[in-house]
C-alpha cells in the first residue's frame, strides 16, 4: 500500500505568515495554540529564520574533547556555510573550508591534518588558514599568496562546549553563560567532561519540531 501524500500547505504570503506568527504573542499557556502550517513548510520563512535567528546569535557546534591535539579538526556546513573547526597551537578556530581559487573544499571529515590542501588545484594552506601554496601563480601579475588566507568565524569556547557565530557584533556568549556556569561548577568539574559518544540524526524536518518536542512534556506519557 502507498503512503498519502503529504500535505504541504502553500507558501502564501511572508508578510502576513510572519503577522499571524506574531499575533500569538503573550498568550496564556491554556490558550496557546501551534504556529500556522505554513511556519513549518515555508522555505521563505526558514530563511527569514535563518538570517534573523541563526545567523545573527551563537550556535553549539561541538565540544573542545573532540580535538585534543594540534592539527585535530572536524568538519561541518552551518547554514550551507562549510566550515572546519581545527585546534591550532594558540588554540581552536573555525574557517572556512572552502579553497579560495575554484572553491573546492580543502578538507572532509575529520581527523589529523599538517595543514589543508584542495584537491582541485593543490592550493595549500596552514592550520592558521594562511595560502602556502599555490603552483604556478607565482605567473599572475600581482599575485601575492601572502595577502591570501581562509576566512575565520568568530568563536568562543564556554565551558569546553565550541561555540561559532556569522555576527562579528554579537553579544559575547561567554559574558551571556556567566551565571549558568557558575551554577554548573558548584556540580560539576565542566573543564574534565569530554565527549563520550556521538549519534547523528537525520531530520527530514523543521527545526522548531525538535525544538518543540525537547521543550515539552507532554510526549513523556507515551514515548517514555
Not at 600581482?142 to 553579544?171: Q, W
Not at 549519534?199 to 512534556?217: G, H, L, P, R, S
Request: charged fraction near 25%.
Amino acid at each position: 500500500m502507498s503512503r498519502p501524500p503529504v500535505y504541504v500547505p502553500p507558501e502564501g504570503d511572508l508578510p502576513d505568515l510572519v503577522a499571524r506568527v506574531l499575533a500569538g504573542r503573550g498568550q496564556r499557556l491554556e490558550d496557546a495554540m501551534t504556529l500556522p502550517p505554513e511556519a513549518y513548510t515555508s522555505r521563505a520563512f526558514f530563511d527569514l529564520e535563518a538570517e534573523k535567528i541563526f545567523r545573527h546569535d551563537w550556535l553549539c557546534v561541538g565540544h573542545e574533547s573532540q580535538l585534543p591535539n594540534v592539527g585535530d579538526y572536524f568538519t561541518l556546513d552551518v547554514l550551507n556555510e562549510p566550515v572546519v573547526v581545527v585546534r591550532r597551537r594558540s588554540g581552536i578556530a573555525i574557517m572556512s573550508r572552502v579553497c579560495l581559487h575554484r572553491w573546492a573544499p580543502v578538507v572532509e571529515g575529520s581527523g589529523n591534518a599538517k595543514g589543508f590542501s584542495c584537491p582541485f588545484h593543490r592550493w595549500g594552506y596552514s592550520l592558521e588558514g594562511e595560502l602556502t601554496a599555490a603552483p604556478y601563480m607565482d605567473r599572475a601579475a600581482g599575485f601575492d599568496r601572502h595577502k591570501c588566507r581562509l576566512p575565520e568565524f568568530r568563536s568562543e569556547i564556554v565551558d569546553g562546549v565550541i561555540y561559532m557565530t556569522f555576527n562579528r557584533d554579537a553579544y559575547s556568549i561567554r559574558e551571556r553563560l556567566a551565571d549558568f556556569s557558575s551554577m554548573m561548577a558548584t556540580r560539576y568539574d565542566m573543564n574534565d567532561l569530554v565527549v563520550g559518544w556521538q549519534v547523528d540524526y537525520e531530520c527530514n524536518f523543521n527545526w522548531k519540531i525538535a525544538v518543540e518536542t525537547f521543550m515539552e512534556c507532554y510526549h513523556h506519557i507515551g514515548a517514555h
